[in-house]
């Protein structure tokens, strides 16, 4: 396939933006060569500027659940535009995709929306402390909250591609109260707060991990750190941005079958348009600003278009639950071609999944955290993203990515990515 255009495109950006992209990870800095420039997008299809058809495994990066341009999404978004793009003023439509939220999530009672998962997370984080009076927050090596701050310590997806996983720029003020425990590791997290006893205010994950490839919580992982959190005094942020309305309904507090104190969205909750939300019971969000004293605004949260992308999508998704078992069986099929086809090729592999998240690490060592994602062979994993391009697939341009399927995708657009598979020399 060519993709001169995608070339001489990235050589324009990036005389007027930095590295040519807007969120790093889309430079294709880990895997090399030029980053494909979209054109437009249907369904499972990307399609480039030099008119290439691409089957996308990223889905925006989560949000395109339902595939691209789908329709109810981008008729309700036309439908509001026509009326006002935005108002800094209540409307109805925020309530009712606060009331379906809430009726499709366990355990929380209120929802703000905001533009950003990394938004979401910062501000679930400054109720937390201000909920608790303490400061201090536990996060795990290799999860990704977004660039806020607080987070840049030990981060996955771009932080870790790009090499700063704790970015300058963050103070040794702030970079302290972050306290880091490597992923399913819960004696090092019961150590942490040994240490730190009274100090902790929150202790914040992705239930499923998707910002180091995908990693699976451990049995008794979460229920220990709930358990633990009920006797210290801690909140549990379930950080489900990538997994809210995507492993269920009710996102990986449902799949799983434990309750966190406060979750928090994005991606999927948006049908694609910017929006993040965090949400927890009455007792803690009241402590929110207007009703409370934690301060927390946006001149764009809660605009009409976001709104009537976000209920278009989530209605779909409530009123068709059986999405995500579709979704969830397309990725098993994937898995077992993939499973198939690299057993054959006799080299070190290992594949991660949960519902419709699924990655691919080349070693041999069971990836259950940071420390044994990094282990995977980038060398062989270039190979892997570029021969797989080149036959019009396109993955995730890091290994310290999940990928994200979504249900437009066909069995035959499975298949053919597994032929692609066979086909190549690793
Ligand atoms: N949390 C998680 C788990 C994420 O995967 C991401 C983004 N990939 C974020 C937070 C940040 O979201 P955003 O990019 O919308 O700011």
Same mark, same amino acid.
């Given at each position: 396939?060519?993709?001169?255009?995608?070339?001489?495109?990235?050589?324009?950006?990036?005389?007027?933006?930095?590295?040519?992209?807007?969120?790093?990870?889309?430079?294709?800095?880990?895997?090399?060569?030029?980053?494909?420039?979209?054109?437009?997008?249907?369904?499972?299809?990307?399609?480039?500027?030099?008119?290439?058809?691409?089957?996308?495994?990223?889905?925006?990066?989560?949000?395109?659940?339902?595939?691209?341009?789908?329709?109810?999404?981008?008729?309700?978004?036309?439908?509001?535009?026509?009326?006002?793009?935005?108002?800094? &003023?209540?409307?109805?439509?925020?309530?009712?995709?606060?009331?379906?939220?809430?009726?499709?999530?366990?355990?929380?009672?209120?929802?703000?929306?905001?533009?950003?998962?990394?938004?979401?997370?910062?501000?679930?984080?400054?109720?937390?402390?201000?909920?608790?009076?303490?400061?201090?927050?536990?996060?795990?090596?290799?999860?990704?909250?977004?660039?806020?701050?607080?987070?840049?310590?030990?981060?996955?997806?771009?932080?870790?591609?790009?090499?700063?996983?704790?970015?300058?720029?963050?103070?040794?003020?702030?970079?302290?109260?972050?306290?880091?425990?490597?992923?399913?590791?819960?004696?090092?997290?019961?150590?942490?707060?040994?240490?730190?006893?009274?100090?902790?205010?929150?202790?914040?994950?992705?239930?499923?991990?998707?910002?180091?490839?995908?990693?699976?919580?451990?049995?008794?992982?979460?229920?220990?750190?709930?358990?633990?959190?009920?006797?210290?005094?801690?909140?549990?942020?379930?950080?489900?941005?990538?997994?809210?309305?995507?492993?269920?309904?009710?996102?990986?507090?449902?799949?799983?079958?434990?309750?966190?104190? &406060?979750?928090?969205?994005?991606?999927?909750?948006?049908?694609?348009?910017?929006?993040?939300?965090?949400?927890?019971?009455?007792?803690?969000?009241?402590?929110?600003?207007?009703?409370?004293?934690?301060?927390?605004?946006?001149?764009?949260?809660?605009?009409?278009?976001?709104?009537?992308?976000?209920?278009?999508?989530?209605?779909?998704?409530?009123?068709?639950?059986?999405?995500?078992?579709?979704?969830?069986?397309?990725?098993?099929?994937?898995?077992?071609?993939?499973?198939?086809?690299?057993?054959?090729?006799?080299?070190?592999?290992?594949?991660?999944?949960?519902?419709?998240?699924?990655?691919?690490?080349?070693?041999?060592?069971?990836?259950?955290?940071?420390?044994?994602?990094?282990?995977?062979?980038?060398?062989?994993?270039?190979?892997?993203?570029?021969?797989?391009?080149?036959?019009?697939?396109?993955?995730?341009?890091?290994?310290?990515?999940?990928?994200?399927?979504?249900?437009?995708?066909?069995?035959?657009?499975?298949?053919?990515?597994?032929?692609?598979?066979?086909?190549?020399?690793?």
């Amino acid at each position: 396939m060519l993709y001169q255009r995608s070339s001489s495109l990235f050589a324009e950006a990036k005389k007027y933006i930095p590295g040519g992209v807007n969120s790093p990870v889309r430079a294709f800095k880990a895997v090399g060569g030029d980053p494909i420039f979209v054109n437009e997008a249907k369904g499972a299809y990307l399609y480039d500027e030099d008119g290439n058809r691409l089957i996308d495994y990223i889905a925006s990066w989560g949000p395109l659940i339902l595939g691209h341009a789908y329709a109810p999404v981008v008729d309700a978004v036309i439908d509001k535009a026509k009326k006002g793009t935005s108002f800094g &003023m209540p409307t109805e439509i925020e309530t009712e995709l606060a009331q379906l939220t809430v009726s499709m999530v366990p355990n929380i009672d209120k929802i703000r929306f905001v533009n950003s998962g990394t938004e979401a997370c910062m501000s679930a984080i400054r109720l937390a402390r201000g909920y608790t009076g303490r400061d201090k927050i536990i996060k795990f090596a290799g999860c990704y909250h977004g660039h806020s701050d607080s987070f840049l310590i030990q981060a996955g997806s771009g932080a870790v591609t790009f090499g700063t996983p704790n970015s300058p720029g963050v103070t040794q003020g702030t970079a302290k109260d972050t306290l880091l425990a490597p992923y399913n590791d819960l004696e090092s997290v019961k150590a942490l707060t040994q240490a730190n006893r009274g100090e902790i205010a929150a202790i914040i994950i992705e239930p499923v991990a998707g910002n180091m490839g995908c990693i699976v919580p451990r049995e008794g992982f979460l229920e220990g750190l709930r358990e633990l959190c009920n006797r210290e005094g801690i909140l549990l942020l379930f950080d489900e941005v990538m997994t809210g309305f995507r492993l269920a309904k009710g996102g990986a507090q449902e799949a799983l079958g434990i309750n966190a104190d &406060m979750v928090m969205f994005g991606k999927v909750i948006g049908g694609g348009l910017p929006v993040g939300a965090f949400a927890a019971r009455s007792e803690i969000m009241a402590h929110l600003a207007p009703e409370g004293p934690v301060y927390q605004a946006g001149t764009l949260s809660g605009n009409p278009l976001a709104m009537g992308a976000g209920l278009a999508m989530l209605t779909q998704l409530n009123e068709h639950p059986e999405v995500f078992e579709s979704l969830a069986d397309k990725t098993e099929h994937l898995y077992e071609g993939f499973d198939n086809v690299l057993r054959k090729k006799g080299i070190p592999y290992q594949i991660n999944r949960f519902g419709s998240m699924i990655s691919v690490h080349f070693t041999n060592a069971p990836v259950m955290d940071f420390e044994t994602s990094a282990k995977g062979n980038n060398e062989t994993f270039k190979k892997y993203f570029h021969g797989m391009l080149e036959k019009g697939i396109y993955l995730p341009p890091s290994a310290f990515e999940s990928y994200f399927l979504n249900d437009a995708l066909s069995y035959g657009d499975l298949d053919e990515t597994i032929a692609a598979l066979d086909a190549l020399d690793l």
